[in-house]
């Protein structure tokens, strides 16, 4: 990878540049079934799509704190790399009180109320599904993020010395998260091509180094198992096996 890069967002750019066709976040559900694959072009994608509307639509700024009460899941990985593109704050599991704006999956809509910015809710349903009854006073991102453009740029630069990561007690700027995650690739044996399947939560560093930024700083993939206590251990095998997966975090 380029070893100028220095947020998150740069990592996903270099990786756009050297292979925009390869995997990058494999995703399994196993408490619905769901297995969602993206490339590095799919999800560069997305992650264009929600940063226009992150700073088109909802107004954020470089510095504003946005409470990201989401599971692991390809759409928090999304997110993730989205503040990281405005220059936002994500607070994995903030205090919406406190935060300029929130991102709530289904379950956490009560506690996200308490935000008294802008409140975006994802459903969580297969294929990026919409809610079937938006809930009030949230913006249905299934809704809203289809027409946002392909390409971002941001209003102002993003600054990789400026806050940008909060997560289990850690606050982190876009270079200490580039330079953690590589250390991190460099200490499971990562490297391009690898391929690592993360059961882990995103509530803490180590879960969200495993299962998105160490594999992106080093030029492999991530399998993201969500209840991955449903796999018997046989079907665990069957899934690193058919995934090729080269390291496993659970």
């Known amino acids: ?39 590095v072009a799919t999800f ?7 940063a226009n509307l ?6 954020a700024e470089p510095g504003d704190r946005l409470a990201l009460l989401l599971p692991a899941h390809w759409q928090t990985a999304v997110w993730l790399l989205a503040c990281s593109s405005v220059g936002v704050v994500a607070e994995v599991g ?6 300029d704006l929130v991102v709530s999956g289904p379950d956490t809509l009560e506690e996200a109320r308490a935000c008294s ?31 946002q453009g392909d390409r971002f740029a941001p209003y102002a630069p993003v600054d990789p ?14 270079a ?21 399947l993360s059961g ?9 180094s495993a299962g998105l930024l160490a594999p992106l700083a080093a030029g492999g993939s991530v399998v993201l198992c969500r209840n991955p206590d449903r796999l018997s251990g046989d079907d665990l095998d069957k899934r690193r096996e058919s995934e090729r997966v080269t390291v496993t975090a659970l």
């Open 1 to 39: 990878m380029n070893a100028t890069d220095r947020t998150p967002a740069d990592l996903l750019r270099s990786a756009l540049a050297a292979d925009p066709a390869r995997p990058l976040v494999t995703f399994y559900d196993d408490a619905t079934g769901e297995r969602v694959e993206l490339s």
């Open 44 to 50: 560069a994608n997305w992650v264009a799509k929600t």
């Open 54 to 59: 992150l700073q088109g639509e909802l107004a």
């Open 94 to 99: 903030g205090d919406p009180a406190g935060a």
């Open 117 to 147: 910015g802008e409140r975006v809710a994802l459903a969580l349903r297969p294929l990026g599904g919409r809610f079937p009854q938006p809930p009030a006073g949230f913006a249905d991102y299934a809704v809203e993020v289809p027409s």
């Open 161 to 174: 010395d400026a806050p940008a990561l909060a997560v289990g007690g850690l606050e982190l700027t876009g």
């Open 176 to 196: 200490q998260v580039v330079e953690r995650a590589r250390a991190d690739a460099a200490r499971l044996g990562l490297g391009a091509g690898s391929r690592l």
């Open 200 to 208: 882990l939560a995103y509530d803490q560093w180590e879960g969200l």
